[in-house]
Nanobody, 124 residues
Framework: QVQLVESGGGLVQAGGSLRLSCAAS????????MGWFRQAPGKEREFVAT????????YYADSVKGRFTISRDNARNTVFLQMNSLKPEDTADYYC?????????????????WGQGTQVTVSS
């Protein structure tokens, strides 16, 4: 069992940056592929990024590639999402999630554990 708690969301102007964090409980954090998803009002939850168990490999949605960076610190049981050059269309609730699948997993239903989400609002 893994419990996930996100933090770091907020209001930022377009072009700005935010860093999201997701703290995990449990001793098995390093055994999970970790991912970030987002859900805008009235839209389905969408994949943002994943990182492999060892942090060697990452995978990004085309919409965030080159602007967002996912990383993890297995010693601190934490995964991060650095978001730069933010756009109004990045506005959403952001969720971290854990899966036993590989790092190219992008389907939300394949993730077993989810945080409660943190809100990101980008003003134009």
């Amino acid at each position: 069992q893994v419990q996930l708690v996100e933090s770091g969301g907020g209001l930022v102007q377009a072009g700005g940056s935010l860093r999201l964090s997701c703290a995990a409980s449990g001793r098995t954090f390093s055994s999970y592929t970790m991912g970030w998803f987002r859900q805008a009002p009235g839209k389905e939850r969408e994949f943002v990024a994943t990182i492999s168990r060892s942090a060697v490999s990452t995978y990004y949605a085309d919409s965030v590639k080159g602007r967002f960076t996912i990383s993890r610190d297995n010693a601190r049981n934490t995964v991060f999402l650095q978001m730069n050059s933010l756009k109004p269309e990045d506005t959403a609730d952001y969720y971290c999630a854990a899966t036993n699948e590989g790092f190219r997993t992008v389907v939300a239903s394949l993730f077993d554990y989810w945080g409660q989400g943190t809100q990101v609002t980008v003003s134009s």
